[in-house]
C-alpha cells in the first residue's frame, strides 16, 4: 500500500506559479513510477506529467511542455509539480498517483494509488 497526500494548490493570477507537492508513504517510494493528473469541472482526468522510478525519464501533456516540470526525491519520498505561465485552462483539481511499473505509462487505470487531490485556480 502506498499512501499520496497532495499539498502547494490555490488560487494565482494568469501568469503566476505555483509549486506542487505529493509525499508518499507505505511501500518503497523509489520503486513507483509517479504521475501527475488534473480534472476539471465537466471533463475526464487527463494526464499532466509522469516521472520513471530514477527521476531521469519524463514525460508530459503537449498543453503543458515547456511550462511544468515534474521532478521527484526519493531520499524524501516526495514528487513535485512545478507550475509556470499558469493559465486560466489549467484550473483542476491535480491529483498525485503512483503505479508500480518499471516503464513510463500515461493511462490513469495503470495507477494504482491516488492522493485525495489539489485545488489549482487561476484567475484570468
Known amino acids: 500500500q502506498v499512501q499520496l497526500v497532495e499539498s502547494g494548490g490555490g488560487l494565482v493570477q494568469a501568469g503566476g506559479s505555483l509549486r506542487l507537492s505529493c509525499a508518499a508513504s507505505g511501500r518503497t517510494f523509489s520503486g513507483y513510477v509517479m504521475g501527475w493528473f488534473r480534472q476539471a469541472p465537466g471533463k475526464e482526468r487527463e494526464f499532466v506529467a509522469g516521472?520513471?522510478?530514477?527521476?531521469?525519464?519524463?514525460s508530459y501533456a503537449d498543453s503543458v511542455k515547456g511550462r511544468f516540470t515534474i521532478s521527484r526525491d526519493n531520499a524524501k519520498n516526495t514528487v513535485y509539480l512545478q507550475l509556470n505561465s499558469l493559465k486560466p485552462e489549467d484550473t483542476a483539481v491535480y491529483y498525485c498517483a503512483a503505479a508500480f511499473l518499471s516503464t513510463m505509462v500515461k493511462d490513469a487505470a495503470e495507477y494504482a494509488y491516488w492522493g485525495q487531490g489539489t485545488q489549482v485556480t487561476v484567475s484570468s
Open positions: 516521472v520513471s522510478w530514477s527521476g531521469y525519464i519524463r
